[in-house]
């Protein structure tokens, strides 16, 4: 069994770009799991940054790569009926109870 999941190019780019990150190794999100106090750490007090690839324009760029590479794989493994579709735009315990009935 092959699972695709799928899901709309801005759910990625939004997951991805809003990711916040600290020197501290503590990790943020803009909008699902932001700081008590924008732009800084709650740990260490930190400023919080965005990683280079985690940029909006970064995301997207690597989203084209990862289609051109994938789509000649989704279409082969379809063809072989071994291809499951999985909506990738759920939440992340949604989508484990997805996968796992697919698994059996």
């Given at each position: 069994?092959?699972?695709?999941?799928?899901?709309?190019?801005?759910?990625?780019?939004?997951?991805?770009?809003?990711?916040?990150?600290?020197?501290?190794?503590?990790?943020?999100?803009?909008?699902?799991?932001?700081?008590?106090?924008?732009?800084?750490?709650?740990?260490?007090?930190?400023?919080?940054?965005?990683?280079?690839?985690?940029?909006?324009?970064?995301?997207?760029?690597?989203?084209?790569?990862?289609?051109?590479?994938?789509?000649?794989?989704?279409?082969?493994?379809?063809?072989?009926?071994?291809?499951r579709?999985?909506?990738?735009?759920?939440?992340?315990?949604e989508?484990?109870?997805?996968?796992?009935?697919?698994?059996g």
């Open positions: 069994i092959v699972i695709d999941i799928e899901v709309p190019d801005e759910v990625p780019v939004g997951r991805i770009s809003g990711r916040l990150m600290c020197k501290c190794g503590a990790s943020y999100h803009r909008t699902f799991n932001s700081p008590r106090k924008a732009g800084v750490c709650d740990k260490c007090g930190g400023r919080l940054f965005q990683r280079e690839d985690d940029r909006e324009d970064a995301v997207r760029n690597r989203l084209s790569v990862y289609k051109k590479q994938t789509m000649p794989l989704i279409e082969h493994y379809g063809q072989e009926s071994i291809l579709k999985v909506d990738g735009s759920k939440g992340i315990e989508i484990f109870r997805d996968i796992c009935a697919l698994l």
